[in-house]
């Protein structure tokens, strides 16, 4: 069952019609959502959508005020949903909890199901995002990806999470996704993909994820982790006859802040205006 409700108090510099969506979701959960929709009497093609995820400091808020005057701006509609720490605990991972699907649902309530988007992500949204992206290439235009603490790299060779070869026994679910990321893989490296990261973000923090095995693989920090999957993706993408479109943009001054790399890297605009 899907829920509407209204927000009272819309963005203030946004023009278009703002409205929250509570969706209630198999099993009692739930997943609200802004939403910024477009003028459907513009005579002109409609921008691509733009999707904007959360890190686990779910501030949500953060997003919807650096996005919301720029995509009102280019007349592009604009999804920031929120995943409250109560329903959706570790939602940068698809497994047993799906929040792949909470998505797909919120396309579809939003008006999106035919359309690609623009999928940003930042630090845990960004993991969401590229493993969203991995399993529905189809529904992205262009991924971006910022300062995810950890990435699923396009190897075959690399047990899941970590990669996309058959998981342990013990983390095997009933949905496979590493199977079907496999069968994606081409289609997700013919992506176009915008990779950002802060130059300072090069603490090793508690929300870093940190063990020897990925330390060894993807690097000891953020910045050092960005370089390496872009790196990955690339070879990837030439093993299978692809052209890779993937650009890494090293924002200074910044560390592991999604407002400070708005602010003083200029994120936000850099997302919106095509990277």
């Not at 929709?37 to 995820?53: H, I, K, Q, R």
């Not at 919807?64 to 720029?70: D, R, S, Y």
């Not at 949204?125 to 290439?137: N, T, V």
């Amino acid at each position: 069952m899907v829920m509407f409700q209204h927000m009272e108090a819309p963005l203030a510099a946004v023009p278009q019609m703002a409205a929250q969506r509570l969706l209630a979701l198999g099993a009692g959960r739930r997943l609200t959502s802004r939403l910024l929709a477009t003028d459907d009497a513009s005579p002109t093609a409609e921008p691509v959508p733009l999707v904007a995820l959360h890190g686990i400091s779910r501030n949500a808020r953060a997003m919807w005020q650096a996005f919301g005057p720029l995509a009102a701006a280019e007349g592009r509609a604009l999804l920031v949903p929120r995943f409250a720490d109560g329903q959706w605990p570790r939602f940068q991972q698809i497994g047993r909890v799906r929040p792949d699907l909470a998505l797909l649902d919120l396309f579809k309530q939003a008006g999106l199901a035919d359309q690609r988007v623009d999928l940003f992500g930042f630090s845990g949204g960004a993991q969401l995002a590229h493993r969203f992206a991995m399993l529905y290439p189809h529904r992205v235009a262009t991924l971006h990806l910022a300062a995810p603490g950890w990435y699923t790299l396009p190897d075959v060779s690399l047990p899941w999470p970590q990669g996309l070869a058959v998981a342990p026994s013990r983390r095997r679910r009933a949905f496979d996704a590493a199977a079907l990321s496999r069968l994606q893989l081409r289609q997700y490296l013919s992506l176009r993909v915008r990779l950002w990261v802060g130059a300072e973000d090069t603490a090793r923090d508690a929300s870093l994820r940190q063990t020897a095995d990925l330390d060894a693989c993807q690097g000891k920090t953020r910045l050092e982790r960005a370089f390496r999957y872009a790196r990955a993706f690339e070879q990837a993408a030439r093993v299978l006859g692809l052209t890779p479109d993937i650009d890494l943009t090293v924002l200074p001054g910044c560390g592991h802040d999604f407002t400070e790399c708005d602010q003083i890297g200029g994120l936000a605009a850099r997302v919106v205006h095509g990277g």
